[in-house]
Nanobody, 128 residues
Framework: QVQLLESGGGLVQPGGSLRLACTAP????????MGWWRQLPGKEREFVAL??????????YYADSVKGRFTISRDSANNTMYLQMNSLKPEDTAIYYC???????????????????WGQGTQVTVSS
């Protein structure tokens, strides 16, 4: 069972940057697709980014709303996944969740229920 721990959230001004981190103490990410989802105030959770290095097409995937501003990556040596968020906007304000799935495919990656594990979430607030 993979437990996910997020860190790195906080308050940042518009145009600023934050880096979120996700670790799974004592476990490897090697057999899981890993990603980030977020929940904006008063809305349902939405897909942000996914990295699945064991797929034949291993490029990361991003929601259109964050493409070009956010970068997902992993550090296998430290068993940590990151979400670098640049050019942050007030509409990026949300709780961000680290997620993992053992059976993620191109068909279900945008479905919250496809992910087996969710972190506790970390708040990101973009405001002046």
């Amino acid at each position: 069972q993979v437990q996910l721990l997020e860190s790195g959230g906080g308050l940042v001004q518009p145009g600023g940057s934050l880096r979120l981190a996700c670790t799974a103490p004592g476990r490897s990410f090697s057999s899981y697709a890993m990603g980030w989802w977020r929940q904006l105030p008063g809305k349902e959770r939405e897909f942000v980014a996914l990295i699945a290095w064991f797929w034949s097409q291993s490029s990361p995937y991003y929601a259109d709303s964050v493409k070009g501003r956010f970068t997902i990556s992993r550090d296998s040596a430290n068993n940590t996944m990151y979400l670098q968020m640049n050019s942050l906007k007030p509409e990026d304000t949300a709780i961000y969740y680290c997620v993992a799935g053992a059976r993620i495919t191109a068909a279900n990656m945008y479905t919250a229920g496809a992910y087996d594990r969710w972190g506790q979430g970390t708040q990101v607030t973009v405001s002046s």
